[in-house]
């Protein structure tokens, strides 16, 4: 692709060459998660709700991995946008280092912390040992995730966006194929239960990154040049990292506020944002292509086409959040059943995916905020860091929010909220129980 293709061609046009790789190869990364829990699912109610509480460390690990990517794929696309072409590759040739380096750390880290997380969200042994199982193998073996992720945004950062869309097609296929062969140990394989979901996961992300890694992988440049790059990757990437990092640790509060009072209730959770990413993944995938295209237009000096790109996206991410919203509120009991016939999953959760769905339409402002800042004089560092600051604020009022409705909720989602420090303790009245048996209290 030339390299003038982000400064000259109609915005909507590259959108619509750059978009529809990235979202399908994203919607089927989407669809692989939903089979994995569609598997589980079927094995054991139990390991839906591992799962659930594994999740926010795939995302943790998913942010820091994605966010990195960008910090290099935003300085590649700047460099081009000025004709730095051997800057470019030096950035490009880094991005290994920093992926294998991420990878061991988060893997030991994770290795050792595991069981103390998994006992944070559950008290049952059962769900426990398979967090643990899990979550271990996911989180140490992720090579594939770390390295797919980098590889995948030098590609991106040179618009070739045909290359990654195949890697994470054939991981999702692979995936999806081995999912349950190992899971229920058909065609003579062991029956490994959620380990051989794990398993299949880091399979797939490992020939996913085998594919990318012709392309992506650079010549490593002399070690001299590794701090300044590595400042300027980090400086790009780290709003991106912290604002996925955010949304994480507001899924994990939520997870705690739910763990007080059933594993089902955290188990909604989860399924919940199985379902979210068809919607959110998309998005993410437009901000993945607009980010080369805002990072060359401000290197050139073209304020009005960053401008630009930014509406564009924002009236794609309105539309498509759209069709969440009436999902949510129309169909939730289907949507339930695909993965789970536990009637209280189903019962907890028809109510709400309606109360939650309605917050997807003004969810698309976070993905893509500060369009505002795009004036005469756009200035990319202050929209990377509205991102981050932008994002964080929505997060703790939403999370408040929750925690406030859950306090004034009759229908017990306080129940033992006194384990939560920032809660009164609530009463243990014998006859103060709702359908599900769950302790509430007046005022």
Known sequence: MNNDFFGTEKISKILLKMAPPVM????????YNVVDSFFVGHYSESGLTALSIIYPIQLLMIALAVGTGVGINTEMAYNLGIGRKRRSDETAGIGTPLALLMWVIFAVVCFFLMPAYARMNTSSE???????????????????????????????????????????????????????????????????????????TVVGQIAAALIVMKGGFRKIPALVVFPHQIKRIYKLGIPNILMQAAYTFYIFGLNLILATFSDQAVTVLGLYYKWQAFFFIPLGAMQTCIVPVVSYNYAAGKYERCKKTLKVAIIFGIALMMIGVVLFETIPGPMLHVFSHDPKVISIGEVAFRFIGISKFPDVSCIFPGV????????????????????????????????????????????????????????????????????????
């Open 126 to 200: 059962e769900v426990i040992t398979m967090v643990v199982l899990y979550g271990r193998i996911v989180c140490v073996l992720s090579i594939g995730l770390f390295l797919e992720s980098v590889w995948t945004k030098v590609h991106q950062a040179e618009g070739n966006m045909r290359m990654p869309m195949i890697a994470q097609i054939i991981g999702a296929i692979v995936n999806i194929a081995l999912d349950p062969l190992l899971i229920f140990g058909l065609c003579g394989l062991p029956k490994m239960g959620i380990g051989g979901a794990a398993t299949a």
């Open 372 to 443: 505002g800042t795009c004036g005469k004089k756009f200035d990319f560092d202050d929209y990377q860091n509205g991102i981050f600051v932008y994002s964080v604020g929505v997060l703790v009022f939403k999370i408040w929010i929750e925690l406030f409705l859950a306090h004034l909720s009759g229908d017990g989602f306080y129940h033992n909220a006194g384990r939560l420090p920032f809660l009164p303790p609530v009463c243990e009245k014998d006859d103060a129980k709702d359908y599900y048996g769950i302790e509430k209290c007046d005022f």
């Open 24 to 31: 399908l190869a994203q919607l089927i990364q989407a669809l």
